[in-house]
């Protein structure tokens, strides 16, 4: 026996026909006629010097030879398909994919894109908004913008202003509660997707920021940044708002922060391609484009004390 590999057209029919369970489907698939795949499949057994498949009349089953074969065929064919994706992608300077969270995505990114289009119309900006954590090169992503504290090893990484929150409402209510300690019977709105920060970044912690001693025991809990803050735009309740989500609302009135005191988490967001990849022309205009909007609205901050939430003493 030679541990010479055989042909990869074989390797792939049988990849195929193994995914399938079936010689017919993986024929079509691959755009051959199943005699043709059959005689692919057989020439592998006689390479090999055993079966791989026990044939039935309308079915086949897979031998132990075959169920040995199959996950490292299926994983490498799968390998190497990303590869030639990866390398076809480094030829294309017209296409964008960026992934970023649905929060981000509808509150920040989403109202700005027109800006990034008109100055770069060029590019072909595709979107994909979900909070799953993607693999850059298998999932044929050019660029992820993800919060947290960060450990992004392998990667080109560029972390951003750190991430702070404040209570946000509508003028409305504004007139209404005037104080922090007013908000203890005001509607308050939660944001749990940021239930993670530790130390964590709530309304406890706000209310002691603000020297006021208080849990809120009921009020609307939202998964989602964005939605917490659209409840708070409908006039719904008060929300602590995160920077880069209230912003825009914050400029165009829909919403006030009345009280000027900010907390401020060590989480941030951070840009974040391959290794490499940065210098690649549509990614560069990108990451210089996000990072000078962010810096474009950096001055509200200058309107707010902000105090880290690692100096606020523990309930």
Same mark, same amino acid.
């Given at each position: 026996? /030679?541990?010479?590999?055989?042909?990869?057209?074989?390797?792939?029919?049988?990849?195929?026909?193994?995914? *399938?369970?079936?010689?017919?489907?993986?024929?079509?698939?691959?755009?051959?006629?199943?005699?043709?795949?059959?005689?692919?499949?057989?020439?592998?057994?006689?390479?090999?010097?055993?079966?791989?498949?026990?044939?039935?009349?309308?079915?086949?089953?897979? /031998?132990?030879?075959?169920?040995?074969?199959?996950?490292?065929?299926?994983?490498?064919?799968?390998?190497?398909?990303?590869?030639?994706?990866?390398?076809?992608?480094?030829?294309?300077?017209?296409?964008?994919?960026?992934?970023?969270?649905?929060?981000?995505?509808?509150?920040?990114?989403?109202?700005?894109?027109?800006?990034?289009?008109?100055?770069? +119309?060029?590019?072909?900006?595709?979107?994909?908004?979900?909070?799953?954590?993607?693999?850059?090169?298998?999932?044929?992503?050019?660029?992820?913008?993800?919060?947290?504290?960060?450990?992004?090893?392998?990667?080109?990484?560029?972390?951003?202003?750190?991430?702070?929150?404040?209570?946000?409402?509508?003028?409305?209510?504004?007139?209404?509660?005037? /104080? +922090?300690?007013?908000?203890?019977?005001?509607?308050?709105? *939660?944001?749990?997707?940021?239930?993670?920060?530790?130390?964590?970044?709530?309304?406890?912690?706000?209310?002691?920021?603000?020297?006021?001693?208080?849990?809120?025991?009921?009020?609307? *809990?939202?998964?989602? $940044?964005?939605?917490?803050?659209?409840? $708070?735009?409908?006039?719904?309740?008060?929300?602590?708002?995160?920077?880069?989500?209230?912003?825009?609302?914050?400029?165009?009135?829909?919403?006030? $922060?009345?009280?000027?005191?900010?907390?401020?988490?060590?989480?941030?967001?951070?840009?974040?391609?391959?290794?490499?990849?940065?210098?690649?022309?549509?990614?560069?205009?990108?990451?210089?484009?996000?990072?000078?909007?962010?810096?474009?609205?950096? *001055?509200?901050?200058?309107?707010?004390?902000?105090?880290?939430?690692?100096?606020?003493?523990?309930?």
């Amino acid at each position: 026996m /030679t541990d010479r590999l055989p042909p990869l057209t074989a390797l792939r029919a049988f990849e195929a026909a193994a995914r *399938h369970m079936s010689f017919a489907k993986a024929a079509e698939e691959l755009h051959v006629t199943p005699a043709a795949l059959s005689f692919q499949i057989k020439s592998l057994e006689v390479h090999l010097g055993t079966t791989l498949f026990i044939r039935r009349n309308r079915a086949v089953d897979l /031998t132990e030879a075959g169920k040995t074969l199959a996950p490292g065929t299926s994983e490498g064919f799968q390998t190497l398909t990303a590869a030639w994706r990866a390398t076809q992608r480094l030829q294309d300077n017209t296409t964008l994919t960026v992934t970023a969270g649905p929060a981000m995505t509808a509150k920040w990114l989403a109202p700005r894109l027109y800006d990034f289009a008109r100055a770069y +119309p060029e590019i072909e900006l595709r979107i994909s908004a979900n909070l799953r954590m993607a693999d850059l090169e298998r999932d044929e992503v050019d660029v992820a913008i993800r919060f947290g504290y960060g450990v992004d090893e392998g990667l080109y990484s560029v972390p951003v202003r750190k991430e702070w929150l404040t209570p946000v409402m509508t003028p409305e209510l504004a007139r209404k509660y005037t /104080t +922090p300690e007013s908000l203890t019977d005001a509607p308050l709105i *939660h944001d749990d997707s940021i239930d993670f920060l530790d130390p964590p970044c709530n309304w406890p912690t706000w209310f002691r920021a603000v020297g006021v001693e208080f849990t809120p025991a009921r009020g609307a *809990h939202f998964s989602n $940044a964005d939605h917490a803050v659209d409840a $708070a735009c409908a006039g719904v309740g008060v929300a602590l708002g995160r920077r880069p989500m209230i912003i825009k609302d914050l400029l165009e009135g829909r919403l006030v $922060a009345p009280f000027k005191v900010a907390i401020e988490t060590e989480a941030r967001f951070r840009f974040l391609c391959q290794r490499g990849a940065e210098t690649r022309p549509q990614i560069a205009a990108f990451r210089d484009w996000f990072l000078a909007e962010i810096e474009r609205t950096a *001055h509200i901050s200058d309107d707010f004390t902000i105090i880290p939430v690692k100096d606020i003493p523990a309930a």
